[in-house]
């Protein structure tokens, strides 16, 4: 088991770096977007889609963190007011449905990286959609993990220190 937690805290840790590295590109991005169509007038066609992606790909990267430090879904009164045994019966609805929930953006995720690396993306032509796509099952399986973690060795600081 130990091993199954130093593996995800590696890969939550790795995508918690990497959704804060696309935070920095969407936003460095969108102030040269600004910056280029307002003073320079002579917008760039591939920043709009540069901040696009690093966006989704920020998201689908900062919810394992999210996951993992128990922080997703949350049902705060009925767990406070509740005791241990209906406490762990609300772990176990809420992290299988979101497994249920990361298992289907897994599997579609999967399914539309696959169709969509035919389609082009404007302004890189040289790239396809499935880059943008593949934030899907990346982020899926890396939160997959994070909730199977939480839901063995549970985190709830939010809850620890509210009053």
């Given at each position: 088991m130990t091993l199954f937690f130093a593996i995800e805290r590696r890969t939550t840790d790795f995508a918690l770096w990497c959704a804060v590295a696309m935070l920095v590109v969407a936003s460095v991005v969108g102030l040269y977007q600004i910056l280029a169509r307002f003073v320079l007038l002579q917008p760039a066609e591939w920043s709009e889609v540069s901040v696009r992606f690093a966006l989704i790909w920020m998201v689908f990267l900062g919810c394992p963190v999210a996951f993992r430090q128990g922080a997703m879904v949350c049902v705060d009164l009925l767990y406070r007011k509740s005791g241990p045994r209906l406490r762990r019966a609300l772990d176990?609805?809420?992290?299988a449905s979101c497994l249920l929930l990361m298992g289907l953006i897994l599997w579609f995720g999967l399914d539309y990286t696959w169709r969509g690396r035919f389609q082009t993306i404007a302004g890189f032509e040289s790239l396809t959609m499935s880059y943008a796509?593949?934030?899907?099952p990346v982020g899926g399986a890396f939160s997959i993990l994070a909730i199977l973690a939480q839901w063995f060795e549970p985190r709830r600081h939010d809850l620890e220190t509210a009053q």
């Open positions: 176990l609805v809420v992290a796509y593949a934030a899907l």
